[in-house]
């Protein structure tokens, strides 16, 4: 049986992941799309070096900084580590699109270059009419502020000759594997509560230093560098915002993130809510 534990940003899914693995035997399977990156290690709150030694860890730092990864790779990459550990594995982050590709029966059909740059030039709002007119199913799922999902949508309609939510109608969606799904849950302001402490602690261990130097080593252009905690970092470096400014922006876009989370975590898993461990182990012993 595979475990599934996933929850918002900052709700302590990594300690939560190695003390399972400890007494379950099982490995520890990334599902953070950010982690996956070399050297990208404080903006995505990466595990720690000691942490890592605590448990065995897969498809964290694996991609060159300067490369590009997506969700189809995702899913080729979690599958192949599930039958290598014979399906014993915690998969544990919170990028809900990579967790439901990796273990339900997704497609991914190959996709012909498309050239994005008159809808790159739009307004968010502008962009999502558009997207509202090549696929309207779509458009109401994705928020009008979610520009990378907006643009993803347009990619796969222009490429394909058909809009996402057809392609995605085709297939079942069911899951592939004996699987269980645990999300961490907490009031929502502790969890804002818990996102302010975590962006502090982040400067404190060095964010902005981190991530000067890797600007200065790969430029801003990076898909990497679309992570909280990295972008929001550019208008400070550029002296147009104050330290403050940039803390703010960081706290507000993570948690803007962490309601975009729930709300994909509710509707797309059927997950059981837990609030420690014990539960976890209380369901997987009275459920097998």
Same mark, same amino acid.
């Given at each position: 049986?595979?475990?599934? #534990?996933?929850?918002?940003?900052?709700?302590?899914?990594?300690?939560? *992941? $190695?003390?399972?693995?400890?007494?379950?035997?099982?490995?520890?399977? !990334?599902?953070?799309?950010?982690?996956?990156?070399?050297?990208?290690?404080?903006?995505?709150?990466?595990?720690?070096?000691?942490?890592?030694?605590?448990?065995?860890?897969? #498809?964290?730092?694996?991609?060159?900084?300067?490369?590009?990864?997506?969700?189809?790779?995702? /899913?080729?990459?979690?599958?192949?580590?599930?039958?290598?550990?014979?399906?014993?594995? @915690?998969?544990?982050?919170?990028?809900?699109?990579? %967790?439901?590709?990796? #273990?339900?029966?997704?497609?991914?059909?190959?996709?012909?270059?498309?050239?994005?740059?008159?809808?790159?030039?739009?307004?968010? &709002?502008?962009?999502?009419?558009?997207?509202?007119?090549?696929?309207?199913?779509?458009?109401?799922? %994705?928020?009008?502020?979610?520009?990378?999902?907006?643009?993803? *949508? $347009?990619?796969?309609?222009?490429?394909?000759?058909? *809009?996402?939510?057809?392609?995605?109608?085709? /297939?079942?969606?069911?899951?592939?594997?004996?699987?269980?799904?645990?999300?961490?849950?907490?009031?929502?302001?502790? %969890?804002?509560?818990?996102? !302010?402490?975590?962006?502090?602690?982040?400067?404190?261990?060095?964010? &902005?230093?981190?991530?000067?130097? #890797?600007?200065?080593?790969?430029?801003?252009? /990076?898909?990497?560098?679309? *992570?909280?905690?990295?972008?929001?970092?550019?208008?400070?470096?550029?002296?147009? @915002?104050?330290?403050?400014?940039?803390?703010?922006?960081?706290?507000?876009?993570?948690?803007?993130?962490?309601?975009?989370?729930?709300?994909?975590?509710?509707? /797309?898993?059927?997950?059981?809510?837990?609030?420690?461990?014990?539960?976890?182990?209380?369901?997987?012993?009275?459920?097998?």
């Amino acid at each position: 049986m595979i475990i599934v #534990l996933t929850g918002p940003t900052g709700s302590g899914k990594s300690e939560l *992941a $190695i003390s399972l693995a400890k007494k379950l035997k099982a490995n520890i399977i !990334n599902a953070d799309a950010f982690q996956v990156y070399e050297e990208l290690n404080i903006a995505t709150a990466k595990p720690s070096d000691a942490q890592f030694l605590q448990a065995p860890h897969f #498809l964290f730092s694996f991609i060159p900084l300067d490369s590009s990864y997506n969700v189809a790779e995702y /899913q080729k990459d979690l599958r192949a580590c599930l039958a290598e550990f014979a399906k014993r594995g @915690i998969i544990a982050g919170g990028t809900g699109l990579y %967790i439901r590709a990796g #273990l339900y029966d997704y497609e991914f059909t190959e996709e012909s270059d498309v050239d994005l740059s008159r809808y790159e030039k739009m307004d968010n &709002l502008s962009l999502h009419d558009e997207l509202k007119r090549l696929d309207p199913i779509s458009s109401e799922k %994705i928020h009008p502020n979610n520009r990378r999902r907006v643009l993803r *949508a $347009i990619a796969i309609c222009l490429s394909q000759g058909k *809009a996402k939510s057809e392609i995605e109608s085709a /297939q079942e969606h069911k899951p592939l594997y004996d699987v269980r799904f645990y999300g961490i849950t907490t009031e929502r302001e502790e %969890i804002y509560e818990k996102v !302010n402490q975590r962006v502090e602690a982040m400067f404190e261990a060095g964010l &902005l230093e981190e991530n000067r130097r #890797l600007v200065e080593k790969y430029g801003r252009e /990076q898909s990497a560098f679309k *992570a909280i905690g990295v972008k929001e970092c550019f208008p400070y470096f550029d002296g147009k @915002i104050s330290l403050e400014e940039c803390k703010e922006l960081i706290k507000k876009n993570t948690r803007n993130y962490v309601k975009r989370q729930l709300t994909f975590f509710r509707h /797309q898993f059927p997950i059981k809510w837990i609030s420690n461990e014990d539960e976890i182990m209380e369901d997987l012993q009275a459920n097998g």
